[in-house]
């Protein structure tokens, strides 16, 4: 039997460690197809850059934000998948456009 409780705990401890031990923090901006506004911030983890927070506003005007200390709600998840820069259609923004994102 899967323990959800054990995976979501070891999930939120991973992704808390890759943000309290990051020393270089990449972020991005993206709108989607249906007019939602996506805000990334990323760290270098294994070769790979990991999704460590997201926040998304709707075209309803809703926000949503995850990290390690919000994974997900009714509304969505922090990614699992690692960002592909060649593929992915991310702009690069600064950092303070996406703390005053976040802090909205």
Request: hydrophobic letters at 40%; proline letters at 3%; glycine letters at 4%.
């Amino acid at each position: 039997m899967v323990d959800l409780e054990r995976i979501k705990a070891e999930t939120a401890a991973y992704f808390r460690a890759l943000d309290g031990n990051a020393t270089l923090r990449h972020h991005f901006h993206h709108a989607d197809e249906e007019g939602a506004l996506w805000y990334i911030e990323a760290v270098s983890d294994r070769g790979e850059l990991i999704v460590i927070k997201q926040a998304e506003l709707t075209p309803a005007g809703q926000f949503h934000r995850y990290s390690w200390e919000h994974i997900e709600d009714e509304h969505g998840f922090l990614t699992d998948q690692a960002i592909d820069t060649q593929k992915d259609p991310l702009a690069v923004i600064p950092a303070e456009e996406f703390q005053k994102a976040w802090n909205r």
